[in-house]
Nanobody, 116 residues
Framework: QVQLVESGGGLVQPGGSLRLSCAASGFTFSGYFMSWYRQAPGKERELVAT????????NYIESVKGRFTISRDNAKNTVYLQMNSLKPEDTAVYYC?????????WGQGTQVTVSS
């Protein structure tokens, strides 16, 4: 029943910006922690950013602090990842994740490529 659909990925030059969106359906969005993960070829999937149900608490991995911003609009059932000052090492498939307790759901991912 839970569905997460990512969008907004693409090709961007170093220093550029992208905004990813994750549209959620099939569950009470406001009751879930939302996160963005990413996975580069040959690497493990890593957590990028997390936002709590109300949006009051936000965490980022060190490598994206000051460049990425996670936000959510509970009225629209959507979580966003604004990515600025993009670097080649940000290249990966980005996945949306919803979690409540022990239950977690994943989107299919959207490709972000940072290259000149």
């Amino acid at each position: 029943q839970v569905q997460l659909v990512e969008s907004g990925g693409g090709l961007v030059q170093p220093g550029g910006s992208l905004r990813l969106s994750c549209a959620a359906s099939g569950f009470t969005f406001s009751g879930y922690f939302m996160s963005w993960y990413r996975q580069a070829p040959g690497k493990e999937r890593e957590l990028v950013a997390t936002i709590t149900s109300s949006g009051a608490t936000i965490n980022y991995i060190e490598s994206v602090k000051g460049r990425f911003t996670i936000s959510r609009d509970n009225a629209k059932n959507t979580v966003y990842l604004q990515m600025n000052s993009l670097k080649p090492e940000d290249t990966a498939v980005y996945y949306c994740n919803a979690r409540r307790g022990i239950v977690t759901s994943w989107g299919q991912g959207t490709q972000v490529t940072v290259s000149s």
